[in-house]
């Protein structure tokens, strides 16, 4: 890992225009309508809940293919932007990149619950019964 003195802002800013430009790559990736995001979304399998910034499926799907970017600290999906957390030990700075059209366009109909398939269930799964090994063996 590349050490940077007190003096130097981490991430540079030539750092955070190169994840901006490459965020935005990712999200016109996604596809030119909000069906074809939805459905790059649907193979990739995420899932996530409507009206949370950082929960929704967009952000969960940005989160896992940008973990382990070095540069990111937290992904946010707003109606009309992506806003990157970068990390920072005073201060923290912020990637803000505009939603294309079609990614917008899906981000209203996601809230809008318009693609259930995406929609992670809000009720846990249940848990698998466990064998009490303590009274087989007793026995």
Do not use: N
């Amino acid at each position: 890992m590349t050490q940077h003195s007190e003096s130097e802002q981490w991430p540079r800013r030539s750092d955070r225009v190169a994840l901006a430009r490459q965020a935005g790559g990712l999200l016109r990736s996604l596809g030119a309508a909000a069906g074809s995001v939805a459905t790059s979304l649907a193979m990739a399998g995420v899932k996530g809940r409507p009206a949370d910034a950082r929960q929704c499926a967009l952000a969960v799907y940005l989160h896992a293919v940008m973990d382990g970017d070095p540069r990111v600290a937290s992904v946010r999906v707003f109606h009309d932007r992506l806003v990157i957390g970068s990390p920072g030990r005073v201060r923290p700075r912020r990637v803000v990149v505009a939603l294309p059209p079609a990614v917008r366009a899906f981000v209203a109909g996601f809230d809008a619950q318009r693609y259930p398939v995406l929609v992670r269930s809000g009720r846990p799964a249940p848990k698998a019964p466990v064998a009490d090994t303590a009274v087989s063996a007793a026995s």
